[in-house]
C-alpha cells in the first residue's frame, strides 16, 4: 500500500488504468450565462449583510468547466475510490474474498459487488431512504449507526470482529485517495485549454487532496470548498489556523461534507501545501448556486456538489483573488460537480419556502 509520502501524480495516472473498465469519463459541461454571471461584479446591495459590507464589489473574468461526477456511476466520485481501493486489495495476498469488506461509504456496495465480494455498509441512520435503496440494490449488508465518525467506526469495529471483513475507510486512505484524483486527471485532459485552478468540495478531503495529486506537477492550482454553517469549515479553519479540526457537527444543507478532514488527505492538502486555499459558502448561497445549475445546466446535483460553484459566484475573497491574480485574461477554472444523489422530495423541502 502507497504511503502518503509517497503518493504522487503517478499514484493517480496508475490508479487510472486499473479503474477505467468500470468507471464512467464523465462529461465536461460549459454555460455562457453562467460564465456571464460569474464574470459580473455583486451588487454593493447583496453584499450589505456579509464579511465584504461596504466593500466595493470584484470584477473577476471566469469561464467554468464543469466536471460532472453526478452522471459518475453510483451517481458520485466515489466510485472511483471504491473501485481503486478493491482492485488493489484483490492484488494483496492477505486479502480473503470470502470474508468481505467493511466500509462507512455506500459506494463501495458497487465496487465490491462487480467483483463478487459481500460488502458490510455502515450507514447513519439518517440516511436517505433512496441512498439506503441504492446500498441494498448492490446486495450489500447495511449495518445502521449514530451519525458521527466515532459512532460508524465502532459500528465498523463490531462487523470485523465478528466476520473478518477488510476495512476500507471512506476517504483516509491512499487507495481512496489515488482512485478519487482520476477525476481531475480526466478533467486537465477534457477542456483544451489549460485549466488555471480547479475547485472541489471537501468533506473528508479524499477527493481535494487527490485533485491535488493529479495537479501536482502542473501550474493548475487547487482549492476546496466547503459550508460555513455550524462550523462545516473545519478544513478552511483548520488550513488558516495550521491544525486539523477532528471533530465536525454540523447539520449543512452540503449533507456529504459534515465530516472533518480526514489525517492523509490533511497531510496532502496542508502539510505538503499541494492546496492553495480554501473558502466557504453559506447555506443561501449553496441553494441559489444549485437552482441556477437546475435551470441553466438541466442537471441534477446535490447541494454538497455545487460549493465550488458557489464559491466562484459569491465568495469575494475567492473573485477578487482571481481579478488579481487573472486580470484582463481571466481564469478557465475548474468545477467538479461531485455528486447527484438527492431524491425529489430533498429538493422540494430544499426550496420550499422560495
Given at each position: ?55 466595493t ?66 450507514m ?13 440494490s448492490?446486495s ?100 488558516y ?12 444543507i452540503?449533507?456529504?461534507?459534515r ?33 441556477l ?20 459566484l459569491?465568495?469575494?475573497d ?21 455528486g ?15
Amino acid at each position: 500500500m502507497s504511503s502518503p509520502e509517497t503518493l504522487t501524480l503517478a499514484s493517480v495516472q496508475e490508479a487510472h488504468k486499473l479503474i477505467k473498465p468500470f468507471i464512467h469519463q464523465t462529461p465536461v459541461l460549459t454555460s455562457t450565462y453562467i460564465n456571464t454571471l460569474a464574470s459580473t461584479p455583486q451588487t454593493p446591495e447583496s453584499l450589505s449583510n456579509t464579511e465584504w459590507s461596504g466593500q466595493t464589489p470584484s470584477n473577476p473574468i471566469l469561464r467554468i468547466h464543469f466536471k460532472c461526477e453526478n452522471f459518475q456511476r453510483i451517481g458520485a466520485f466515489k466510485a472511483r475510490g471504491a473501485f481503486h481501493a478493491i482492485e488493489r486489495l484483490k492484488q494483496s495476498p492477505d486479502f480473503d474474498p470470502s470474508r468481505g469488506v467493511v466500509t462507512h461509504s455506500s459506494a463501495l456496495s458497487l465496487a465490491a459487488k462487480t467483483s463478487s465480494i459481500p460488502a458490510y455498509i455502515v450507514m447513519p441512520t439518517i440516511s436517505t431512504p433512496s441512498k439506503i435503496a441504492a446500498t441494498l440494490s448492490y446486495s450489500a449488508q447495511i449495518t445502521f449507526s449514530g451519525p458521527t465518525a466515532p459512532e460508524r467506526e465502532a459500528a465498523a469495529q463490531k462487523i470485523i470482529s465478528s466476520t473478518g471483513a477488510a476495512l476500507i475507510p471512506p476517504y483516509d486512505h491512499p487507495h481512496i485517495i489515488a482512485g478519487q484524483g482520476t477525476a481531475a486527471l480526466e478533467l486537465l485532459a477534457q477542456v483544451p485549454t489549460p485549466l488555471n485552478a480547479i475547485i472541489t468540495p471537501c468533506g473528508g478531503g479524499g477527493l481535494l487532496s487527490g485533485t491535488a495529486l493529479a495537479c501536482s506537477e502542473s501550474k493548475t492550482k487547487v482549492f476546496g470548498a466547503e459550508p460555513s454553517f455550524e462550523g462545516a469549515d473545519d478544513g478552511k479553519r483548520g488550513y488558516y489556523s495550521g491544525k486539523r479540526v477532528e471533530a465536525v457537527k454540523s447539520l449543512t444543507i452540503g449533507d456529504g461534507l459534515r465530516t472533518p478532514v480526514g489525517k492523509i488527505p490533511w497531510s496532502i492538502i496542508y502539510e505538503r501545501r499541494l492546496v492553495d486555499g480554501m473558502y466557504s459558502v453559506t447555506e443561501d448561497q449553496i441553494r441559489a448556486a444549485m437552482r441556477l445549475v437546475y435551470e441553466r445546466l438541466k442537471v441534477v446535483v446535490e447541494p454538497s456538489a455545487v460549493v465550488g460553484l458557489a464559491v466562484a459566484l459569491y465568495n469575494e475573497d475567492f473573485r477578487k483573488m482571481v481579478e488579481q491574480e487573472g486580470g484582463e485574461e481571466g481564469w478557465d477554472l475548474g468545477v467538479v460537480f461531485s455528486g447527484g444523489n438527492v431524491s425529489l422530495a430533498a429538493l422540494g423541502e430544499l426550496f420550499k419556502d422560495e
